[in-house]
T-cell receptor, first 115, second 115 residues
Framework: AQTVTQSQPEMSVQEAETVTLSCTYD???????LFWYKQPPSRQMILVIR??????QNATENRFSVNFQKAAKSFSLKISDSQLGDTAMYFC????????????FGTGTLLAVQP | DTEVTQTPKHLVMGMTNKKSLKCEQH?????MYWYKQKAKKPPELMFV???????INESVPSRFSPECPNSSLLNLHLHALQPEDSALYLC??????????????FGQGTRLTVV
């Protein structure tokens, strides 16, 4: 069975600084996706960034980037130039590619961006 | 259109009531999901529909009854719920299988309170 672990329940960062959220996962699959989702107090789950396991290049979306280490089964999220609107719960998620794509979530990291 | 629309946004129901949650998407996704989320916890998968057929039931009590009338709609019928069923119910949709850009899009959720 797949598991996703986020070891940082809460983190805090000053506005404009950089922060890294950690995620590790366990799987025997070779073909899968990894995601970071953001859930602000408005409760909408929003996709931040996606990484396909077969791609060696780390995904980047504007201020968000990942460090994907497939052999180590590690998938960390770096947020640069943190903004107040980045305050949210961040979930790391794993999806193995089957007929039915099931998302498995980590326990989440609550990020607070301080002014 | 990359929206998943859920109604209602809030619902208060008694333990003897019958109510339904609705979810709609027009992205051509053939997989639709119901998740239950307690406060400060990750979403927990309840049901998955693939091509309008129930493909995963994560041992959910029968007082929750899902229905997928067509490829755009997903319902969750509620009957004789317990106070511990109070939670945020999230609907999501995605492409199936190994289609690229497979990611789950989430609705804003229905905040359910059982009294």
């Amino acid at each position: 069975a797949q598991t996703v672990t986020q070891s940082q329940p809460e983190m805090s960062v000053q506005e404009a600084e950089t922060v890294t959220l950690s995620c590790t996962y366990d799987t025997s699959e070779s073909n899968y996706y990894l995601f970071w989702y953001k859930q602000p107090p408005s409760r909408q789950m929003i996709l931040v960034i996606r990484q396909e396991a077969y791609k060696q290049q780390n995904a980047t979306e504007n201020r968000f980037s990942v460090n994907f280490q497939k052999a180590a089964k590690s998938f960390s999220l770096k947020i640069s130039d943190s903004q107040l609107g980045d305050t949210a719960m961040y979930f790391c998620a794993f999806m193995k590619l089957r007929i039915t794509n099931k998302l498995i979530f980590g326990t989440g990291t609550l990020l607070a961006v301080q002014p | 259109d990359t929206e998943v629309t859920q109604t209602p946004k809030h619902l208060v129901m008694g333990m003897t009531n019958k109510k339904s949650l609705k979810c709609e998407q027009h992205m051509g996704h053939r997989a639709m999901y119901w998740y239950k989320q307690k406060a400060k916890k990750p979403p927990e998968l309840m049901f998955v529909y693939s091509y309008e057929k129930l493909s995963i039931n994560e041992s959910v009590p029968s007082r929750f009854s899902p229905e997928c009338p067509n490829s755009s709609l997903l319902n969750l019928h509620l009957h004789a719920l317990q106070p511990e069923d109070s939670a945020l119910y999230l609907c999501a949709s995605s492409h199936l299988g190994t289609v690229r850009n497979t990611e789950a899009f989430f609705g804003q959720g229905t905040r359910l309170t059982v009294v």
